[in-house]
């Protein structure tokens, strides 16, 4: 049993009276004891009508999976098994960080047998499974005084993907990719390690691609003696292997403008994905900071991505060290074939990438290592900064941090492998120009 605000002014209306005979202690009494009986009857006798909400069956419909920033609707279908007209307000149990639109109680009223659905709208603000377990069903009598009210178990669960906003730069990499592979009118052919076909010298072609020996058995019959220059053309290597290892340790919680560094790497990995699918190679991913937190292996085309944002959405950053002594035999675990490893982590504190350095030369040794780090932009505007004595120490960290990041990318370069930096926004698309640099060059 809940008392209702009704109930509440139902009481307050017995003031009045008590008022107008304060003079008379022992009638004010009797009248303020008289009133709380008749007020407990009428709401004993509004209980007694009021459905059960044990007699309500509810059944949930949602969608399974949506991507940060849509919004769902999760529907609920309550059907009143009792006899009585069910008058009740019903509160579903979501977390805050599944983002419900407006209040989360809906009033509703269902004749016996029949049933009504409660829509909501979600628009959650966290990657990750929101999960709901129950649904409070407060039901009134027909004076809204007493109220009856149960919890019933209806679970929910919903997945929340990570974003990909960076498709956005999707389809004008897949035109350079489509360059490189030759399929689209330019004037110089892509170049890269796999021989694909000969044809006629046309006038704009780099005449290193020539080759003598066809052209030596292929005469010119307009020409009597002479004979057709050939060239050689290329496309660009296919079915190379292609490692992202995303740094899951205490880094990746750091936030760079408006989201974590891990999610930026998330972002990065995705766009990387979805370019080298189409490219023809194979992607794997590893999600790594102690411990293998989540793995894709063997996937391809559209089912890439799918298992890829599925396998992130549930990964956060923990906040603990990286073991990259670890990743070596990780990489081994996924391929024994000379790879493009990628590895998407914090490179700009001396502390935290002294055992990324350890590493590096076990990774170059066999595979061609990219290492891609997020940069905060604010760096800059903090650093040419001079107004006031708090900026000139704000200023001076600033300069020390761009020099500490620019020790450990001197430091990865110099052990064979490559860097890519970028703001939040730009490492997406940096990261995969880079690939589109390595494959045009052969060097994946």
Known sequence: MAPTGRFSL???VGVVPLV???????????VL???LLVAIALGSVDLAFAASPRQVAVERELPPRLRLGETARSELVLRNLGRRMLRAEVRDGWPPSAGVHGRNRSRIRVPAGEGRR???ALTPTRRGDRVTAAVTVRSHGPLGLWARQATLAAPGRLRVLPPFRSRAHLP????RLRELDGRTPILVRGQ??????LREYVRGDDVRSIDW????????PESPGAAKLMVRTWRPERDRRIVVVVDTSRTAAARIGDEPRLDTAYEAALLLAALASQAGDRVDLLLWDRRLRGRVHGASGADLLARMVDTMANVDAELIEADWAGVPAQVRGVTSRRALVVLLTAADSPGSARGLLSVLPQLTARHRVVVASVTDPTLEAAASRRDELADVYAAAAAERTRLDADRIA????????????AGPAELPPALADRYLELKAAGQL
């Not at 004008?172 to 035109?175: A, E, G, Q």
């Not at 020996?213 to 010119?220: E, M, V």
């Open 172 to 175: 004008s990499r897949l035109t």
């Open 213 to 220: 020996r066809a052209t030596a058995r292929r005469s010119d």
């Open 10 to 12: 139902l009481l307050a």
């Open 192 to 197: 890269g390690t796999e021989f694909d076909s």
């Open 410 to 421: 001197a430091a990865v370069r110099r052990l064979g492998a490559t860097t890519v930096t």
């Open 20 to 30: 107008l005979l304060g003079a008379d202690a022992s009638a004010a009494w009797a």
């Open 33 to 35: 004891l008289g009133w």
């Open 118 to 120: 409660v829509s909501q």
